[in-house]
């Protein structure tokens, strides 16, 4: 009996020496956190693909008539504050229209409405590379100065804007590093 005594008190001892070696030991180091610093926009059916500040809140819709389609990414600052009846505030923004009469980017900029282009305070049309396509940047007035990219690819236009206030806004250098991520995927 003394011996089976023995066997269960060694059993506890050597158990209860395991459990708090176990409890008392360091902790495992937590898994890194990454922090995401930008948003992904990633769109098949549109062809597009580019990055964003996560400071930026993204919204989507479709409008347009039974003839041309349309579609709208819109980011907005998060920090935005809607103020009641009153306008939006500066914005990035990407539409995407069918190009249904297959127009280059000259003609669909100088030839819609779409563009904002009569409002122009410059009529020049500066040619830039947008995701290995060509494009055509300008500037427009209205509520806010607006710079405009349009590319026009694979039947659509897409026309990339952001508003300001002032030429040395936070917007205009965001508008800049998003448009130097954007790629044309295969739709």
Same mark, same amino acid.
């Given at each position: 009996?003394?011996?089976?005594?023995?066997?269960?008190?060694? $059993?506890?001892?050597?158990?209860?020496?395991?459990?708090?070696?176990?409890?008392?030991?360091?902790?495992?180091?937590?898994?890194?956190?990454?922090?995401?610093?930008?948003?992904?926009?990633?769109?098949?059916?549109?062809?597009?693909?580019?990055?964003?500040?996560?400071?930026?809140?993204?919204?989507?819709?479709?409008?347009?008539?039974?003839?041309?389609?349309?579609?709208?990414?819109?980011?907005?600052?998060?920090?935005?504050?809607?103020?009641?009846?009153?306008?939006?505030?500066?914005?990035?923004?990407?539409?995407?229209?069918?190009?249904?009469?297959?127009?280059?980017?000259?003609?669909?900029?100088?030839?819609?409405?779409?563009?904002?282009?009569?409002?122009?305070?410059?009529?020049?049309?500066?040619?830039?590379?947008?995701?290995?396509?060509?494009?055509?940047?300008?500037?427009?007035?209205?509520?806010?100065?607006?710079?405009?990219?349009?590319?026009?690819?694979?039947?659509?236009?897409?026309?990339?804007?952001?508003?300001?206030?002032?030429?040395?806004?936070?917007?205009?250098?965001?508008?800049?590093? $998003?448009?130097?991520?954007?790629?044309?995927?295969?739709?």
């Amino acid at each position: 009996m003394k011996a089976i005594l023995a066997i269960v008190g060694l $059993v506890i001892v050597v158990g209860g020496g395991y459990y708090f070696w176990q409890n008392t030991a360091a902790p495992e180091a937590p898994e890194p956190v990454v922090e995401v610093e930008d948003n992904e926009y990633h769109s098949a059916q549109y062809g597009l693909s580019f990055s964003y500040p996560d400071t930026y809140n993204m919204t989507e819709h479709d409008s347009g008539t039974g003839e041309r389609m349309t579609h709208s990414i819109v980011l907005i600052d998060k920090d935005f504050q809607p103020i009641p009846d009153s306008e939006g505030p500066p914005a990035i923004a990407v539409s995407i229209f069918e190009n249904t009469e297959d127009l280059s980017a000259e003609e669909w900029i100088t030839g819609t409405s779409f563009s904002n282009y009569k409002l122009s305070t410059d009529e020049t049309l500066t040619p830039v590379t947008v995701g290995g396509k060509a494009g055509l940047l300008y500037t427009h007035s209205g509520l806010y100065e607006t710079d405009a990219v349009v590319v026009v690819h694979n039947g659509r236009v897409y026309m990339f804007t952001a508003g300001w206030l002032t030429a040395n806004d936070q917007i205009r250098s965001d508008f800049e590093d $998003v448009m130097g991520t954007v790629e044309f995927v295969a739709s």
